[in-house]
Each structure stands twice: as C-alpha cells, then as structure tokens.
C-alpha cells in the first residue's frame, strides 16, 4: 500500500491528501424511527399551515359577505330592488284622505281672518281677509262683491247662513294637495277634505261628517252625481284665500 493509501482509525481512506469517512448506516429499525421522528414535526406544520390557510380563507369569505351586504344590502327602510326574491316589496303608503298635521301659520293666519267674520256674526268683516290677497278669490262666476252676493243668497238676507257655512266647513279637517307652482309653496289646504273624496265611497265615519255640513238632499245628490255638490274653501300655503265657492 502505498503512502498517499494509509488507512485511518475510524475506517476512512485519504486520496490525495483528503479524507474520506465511511458511511455508517445505522440497522433499519432506527433508521426508520429516525425518519418517524422527522416525520412527525413535519406532519404537524402541514397541518397548522392547512389550518391557517382555511381559517384566512373564512375570514376573506366573511369580509367580501359583509362588504356586499353593506353595499347592496337592503337596509331598514330602503326600497327593495328589481327582481330580488328574498325580500318582499315594501307597499305604497295609503293616500291621505283627511289631513290632521300642523298648518302652515300663513294658512292659520288667513283661517282665524275668516274665522273672525264668523265669530262677529257680521259677513261684511270678510273684507279684510278678501282685501289679504292680491287677486280676489274665486267666488262663482259673476260675483264681483261678495258681501252681496252672501247677503242676496243668505235665507236670513244679511249672509249669517253663508257664514254658518264657513264655520262648518272650517270644523272638519282640510285635505292637503301638492299643486301649487312655488315649490316652498306647493301645499293647498281644502275644506272640507270630504270634497276631494267620492260622495259614493265614504267610510261611516266620513258619512257622518257628509250629514254635519250638508242637508240630507244634498248629499243624496252628491252620491247619485258622484261628485262633490256642495261649499268648498282652498287656502294656500302661503296664506293667500285662493276659492270660496258652491260647486253645482
């Protein structure tokens, strides 16, 4: 054997001048438990990667949910959309049939003017109210001086039943219609709100209301014509005495 070939203690075999140690292959049995043990700490990290990937899959899966929701959502009191199934239609709200909110203060304004002819008993005290507005309202056609005409038609000769009309149709609650021009002004309050309404289509309520302004041949005229045959008064929003007159 020559000097570059000299063996060394632990087996290994040096060529040219490096040494090379021998492999030692442990018995198959711990070779094995060795790579059981390798195994295990490796399986485990599978698994809590596995189980962090699909706990961050959820919590996308959660967020994009709420982030739809939020926006397209039906929120409380939102309209619900075309087509959609899950969600009922939200219904029309009934039309109003007879308006009990607050007044405008122009409106009461002008109903107290009017009110204080009524309540002097004297229907010449109705010029003030009439003199209010810029334009005379409407009182029938041909009826340039009121206070004569109310006089002429009155059975008492000096207008107190036109007044006694004004004060029954005042009692009862306006309707309220939205068909003004000025859009800060557009709401005009009629009295009595049973004009708006259909003589024939009145709820027992609204019958007895019917009796308490008209005589009972007139509202039998007004059911069998199907329209309103009666007083009716419209104010303005802004307080302008828009119409006063008996509808044939």
Request: hydrophobic share 40%; charged share 25%; proline share 8%.
């Amino acid at each position: 054997m020559g000097p570059g070939l000299a063996g060394t203690k632990e087996g290994s075999v040096n060529l040219m001048g490096y040494e090379r140690r021998a492999l030692r292959i442990p018995p198959d049995g711990e070779q094995r438990a060795g790579c059981a043990e390798r195994a295990v700490p490796k399986q485990n990290s599978t698994i809590r990667s596995r189980r962090w990937t699909s706990a961050g899959r959820l919590f996308l899966i959660l967020l994009v949910a709420v982030a739809s929701y939020l926006v397209h959502g039906h929120r409380p009191g939102s309209p619900a959309r075309a087509g959609d199934k899950t969600e009922a239609a939200v219904p029309a709200a009934p039309k109003e049939r007879a308006y009990h909110g607050p007044l405008p203060q122009s409106v009461i304004d002008m109903r107290e003017m009017i009110l204080a002819a009524v309540h002097a008993g004297d229907v010449t005290e109705l010029k003030d109210a009439i003199a209010w507005n810029e334009i005379q309202p409407d009182f029938g056609a041909g009826n340039d001086d009121p206070i004569a005409y109310w006089k002429r038609i009155s059975a008492d000769g000096e207008g107190r039943e036109v007044l006694a009309v004004l004060a029954d149709l005042l009692a009862l609650p306006p309707a309220r219609l939205a068909i003004g021009r000025d859009p800060e002004n557009m709401m005009v309050y009629v009295w009595p709100y049973l004009a708006e309404l259909p003589p024939d289509g009145l709820r027992p309520a609204e019958e007895v209301d019917l009796y308490r302004i008209m005589p009972a041949t007139a509202v039998k005229a007004a059911k069998d014509a199907k329209k309103w045959l009666w007083w009716r008064l419209a104010i303005g929003a802004d307080g302008t005495w828009h119409t006063f007159r008996k509808y044939e």
